[in-house]
């Protein structure tokens, strides 16, 4: 494993965020925060998408005219959020009574669907009629309150266009414990382990992680906090390496993985087992076929892991979804990746890194 090569001296200001919740392949991992001065005790925070929904109901002060229409969409869960942009202040209770905040453009709900046939390639604001004439079933958007602060997420196909770095409420904090912070003491980036989050990289919290270097993003030469995915392989019982990007999602339980055009993965189809699922039957990898995941490759490996689907190692996602051949491929880990590894994104210095779970019986490289 490679150590970090940057120097990371300088700074000096970081604040830990706990879960509220037990960190479980069940239940996203969840803090406490305030937005717009309302609190919330519960807040998902999802490593795979970028920036804060929240539904229109639940801060009522905002004019309903106020801000930028913006939409999101998520080709997990396959939901269309359609509202605002609009600043507001957002605060984090961390530890020992510490406290942080920020200011940041947060996307106000005012319609939401399911919308399993949107196409984020060209259907925007609107869920339009399914291949069938079906109409999308509209959700409570008094329920909505959500928080991405992942990375790479931006690009055109993955349906969130504003998911660049000015939404991400964790690489936007402008003072801890009511002092103001500046560049030069607080490093952009964070750290998630199954106990919390790490707001603000130091040279004792990224101990022990190993870095890649990531490519530029979308938007990276607006802002220069904005990066691509991570780098990754992975092999099948064995096979070829497959090179492509990695997401490790804490929003889901399950893994999506995706190879090139022309290879096959062994795969089976069951009935749905979500009772609400669009589809009625549903593809799985195999159960004992092996998935090896390698960052960023084989050849030069900072990190990687391996399981057998259904040997029940915690590192093991829920279920794997194989996803339709496409370039480049793609894996998504879900959750459970963080039973082995923490997860460092350092937004200043362009770099991802991982660093073993010492306690973890997990099948890491």
């Known amino acids: 494993m490679r150590p970090a090569r940057a120097d990371l001296s300088q700074y000096t200001e970081s604040i830990f965020l706990p879960f509220t919740n037990r960190f479980s392949s069940e239940d996203v991992t969840r803090i406490r925060c305030t937005i717009d001065g309302e609190k919330f005790s519960r807040m998902p925070v999802d490593t795979g998408s970028t920036g ?27 939901r269309l959020y359609v509202g605002r942009l609009v600043d507001l202040s957002v605060g984090f209770y961390g530890e020992n009574g510490s406290n942080a905040t920020a200011t940041i453009p947060v996307l106000i709900v005012d319609k939401s669907w399911l919308c399993p046939w949107y196409n984020p390639s060209k259907d925007g604001f609107q869920c339009p009629p399914g291949p069938h004439g079906e109409i999308a079933q509209e959700r409570d958007t008094s329920k909505i309150a959500y928080m991405g602060v992942g990375f790479g997420r931006n690009c055109p196909k993955d ?24 560049k030069a003491t607080m490093r952009s980036g964070y750290i998630v382990t199954t106990e919390g989050v790490h707001l603000g990289l130091t040279r004792d919290n990224t101990r022990g992680f190993a870095f890649d270097d990531l490519q530029p993003g979308v938007t990276h030469g607006h802002d220069p906090r904005d990066w691509a995915m991570a780098r990754m392989s992975f092999r099948i019982n064995g096979g070829p390496q497959h090179f492509g990007t990695v997401l490790v999602d804490t929003g889901i ?18 009935r749905n087992p979500n009772k609400h699922g669009h589809a009625k039957m549903v593809k799985r990898v195999k159960p004992g076929t092996e998935i090896t995941v390698a960052f960023p490759s084989f050849n030069n490996p900072a990190s990687g892991y391996s399981f057998f689907i259904g040997e029940g190692s915690a590192v093991e996602p829920s279920f794997v979804v194989p996803g339709r051949p496409s370039f480049p491929p793609y894996v998504n880990t879900g959750r459970n990746f963080l039973h082995g590894y923490s997860i460092a994104f350092d937004a200043t210095g362009g770099r991802f890194g991982f660093r073993p779970v010492q306690s973890s019986s997990s099948s890491v490289l």
């Open 159 to 182: 349906g969130m266009p504003i998911a660049a770095p000015q939404v991400n409420p964790f690489l936007n904090i402008d003072a801890i414990n009511g002092k103001p912070l500046s």
């Open 253 to 270: 339980p399950h893994m999506y993985i995706r190879a090139e055009d022309g290879v096959s993965i062994p795969t089976v189809t069951i």
């Open 52 to 78: 804060i929904l929240i539904g229109a109901p639940i801060l009522p002060n905002i004019d309903p005219s106020a801000g930028e229409p913006a939409h999101h969409f998520f080709t997990s869960s396959l």
